[in-house]
């Protein structure tokens, strides 16, 4: 892998708090990421606001705005995350489709490259900046625009299941199932949007337990436990 595009889980970071951050949480991914860094591999990074803001979950308030404040929840989540890679010896950048004074450059595609070939960490903050569109929408539009080789999709499950592994005891995790299956059989790994844009443009994704030790470093060097999305 060159250039792969890490999908960071919101809540996953928010470690058994479930909101806010858990900073040691933050820490070992920063520590994971500056592994691949230093071996060459460009990553950039998109972060979910869950650990913050479920807008859909909101009855009161209109759907744009709603989806205003999850973008904003994104930022803030990169800010911080960001800053946490800094602190163990990584550059970073954050980017969002939007001006957000200084806190942020605006995004466009010869930043992203400017960015990675100075060996940055690009962070993808306030989804694509539009409401309607979640947070996996933006990971894989991004994934597309940059070229990715891979999604790596770190969430609080670690793997596709044939069912809610919450909900049932029984469910039945895949190893490799393609996305063609995954939109047929409404497995929601990523949100029915996502799945159409990954199938349209032949981007896999790799999903994994962000919890696990050295999850990110493990799929990256092929030591995968999670489930391969396919194309």
Not at 26 to 42: C, E, H, P, Y
Not at 191 to 215: Q, R, W, Y
Request: hydrophobic residues 40%.
């Amino acid at each position: 892998m060159k250039r792969v595009l890490l999908k960071l889980s919101g809540e996953a970071l928010a470690g058994d708090k479930k909101t806010g951050f858990d900073e040691p949480t933050v820490t070992q991914v920063a520590n994971q990421v500056k592994q691949l860094v230093d071996s060459g591999i460009q990553v950039g990074i998109v972060i979910g606001g869950g650990n913050f803001w479920r807008g859909r979950t909101s009855e009161t308030i209109e759907r744009t705005k709603a989806d205003q404040i999850g973008m904003l929840a994104t930022v803030m989540n990169c800010i911080y995350v960001s800053e946490i890679f800094r602190s163990v010896g990584m550059m970073t950048q954050v980017l969002t489709p939007f001006e957000c004074g200084n806190f942020s450059k605006l995004y466009s595609k010869d930043r992203v490259e400017k960015y990675f070939s100075k060996n940055m960490v690009v962070f993808f903050a306030g989804g694509t900046g539009h409401p309607y569109f979640s947070t996996d929408t933006a990971t894989v539009l991004r994934a597309v625009e940059i070229e990715a080789d891979v999604i790596l999709l770190a969430k609080a499950i670690d793997g596709v299941y044939d069912s809610d592994p919450k909900v049932n005891k029984d469910a039945k995790k895949y190893d490799e199932i393609s996305i063609n299956d995954v939109v047929a059989n409404k497995l929601a790994v990523v949100d029915l949007t996502a799945s159409i844009m990954c199938m349209e443009n032949k981007m896999p994704m790799m999903v994994f337990g962000l919890n696990e030790k050295n999850s990110i470093v493990n799929t990256v060097n092929g030591n995968f436990t999670g489930t391969k999305v396919t194309v």
